[in-house]
């Protein structure tokens, strides 16, 4: 496609629009009402899995942001594994990253639907579930700053809430709040089994969880194209955006298992519900319901907007229906968003066709392509970094600590999780459909005969995209 200025996304995404959206994408409802699965499996030690996964996810995150700020476009991982690793790694890695979203999308409408039950129960799920979803493809024809603002409420009122939960719990825990002056303390931390009551055994089948809970905060890459001044906003972005949610998953994780013995949370609601119930707060369970409805929508934001930066950068380089790199007025890849709206009106019909089981799947199923994704985007930095000269790497503004160990030992742990997902019957699905999928795009590929139609294609303009 022509590189001409009518067919290009705009920067106008501030730092603190893609620190927040990528806080908006990570932190989904798994925390608020997900997390009691997750610490009936591993216990307190669930705080270890999500530091240590956090570590892993950091070092991800330093090998993306090394690429994305010596050449920020948009569709990034898929454009590096095209660069580095071939055409084909770009391709799948694209079409990947759109069915990975696509899914995630579908549960989180479904469950707008079930949120809104809480307040108006006569209307049907299927209603509220569509409502969300023309809501949020309206919301991404908006000029690219329109849409980056309101993320940025979406999410604080996210973050908002979980700094008031550990903020009142550690009341709890240290003053006695809520509890007649008499402080928690933390010794529910051990008291109940140990701090690992199943074993590390129990820490290892929770990585799945814990990973699913990391998915979304690559998309700083996929923003790379529209950022303003990105060399200095997505560094800081990545950065900030590690520790924010290392600190809101294990800070939170840390209140809620100081308060209550561990094998209670998940059996009476919410342990946010529980909590500021405790302080006395009376509308605590419509408050959260309202946080976990943003919460879904939000998600849902992000991925109709990742989808469809993701279908642009695929038709850019003619992999996808030409009219997917196409943009409107307002420089929104307006045909890419309808058609992942589209996929996702499916996934609403989906819902009532399949078992209730299947919402576990999704996760899984989920969580691979997230893994694939995460270990694309390693093996492109390592290519990447071996293809500078020695001065080149000197002068690199945003490096890898650690490298080359952290982009091994990060591979080694994807690899470990996806063992671990193989072993679990819960999630031994994602390992068939996963690999599965990839072969389909793989096929179609060489079908489609794109391997014979760019043997220079890492000499693209990249300003087209």
Known sequence: MKNNSENQLQRGLEERHITLMSLGAAIGVGLFLGAGKAIRMAGPGIMLAYAFSGLIIFFIMRALGEMAIHKPVAGSFSKYARDYLGPLAGYVTGWNYWFLWVVTCMAEITAVGIYMEFWFPDVARWVWALAALVIMTSVNFLAVKAYGELEFWFALIKIVTIIAMIISGLGMIIFGFGNGGIPTGIENLWNNGGFFPNGIKGVLLSLQMVMFAYLGIEMLGVTAGEVKNPEKNLARAIDTVFYRILIFYVGALFVIMSIYPWEEIGTKGSPFVMTFEQLGVPAAAGIINFVVLTAALSSCNSGIFSTGRMLFNLAQHGEAPQPFGKVTKGGVPGFAVLASAGALLVGVVLNYLVPEEA?????????????????????????????????????????????PLSSYLSLAFLAFVIVLMAISTNTRIAVIVGPLWIGILTFVYYAKGFHKRYPGESDIDEKAV
């Not at 899984?364 to 071996?386: E, N």
């Open 359 to 403: 919402f576990a799947w999704v996760t899984s199923i989920a969580t691979f392509g997230a893994i694939w994704t995460w270990g694309i985007i390693l093996l492109s930095q390592l290519k990447y970094r071996k293809s500078l000269k020695p001065n080149e790497v000197k002068n690199l503004k945003y490096k890898l600590p650690l490298y």
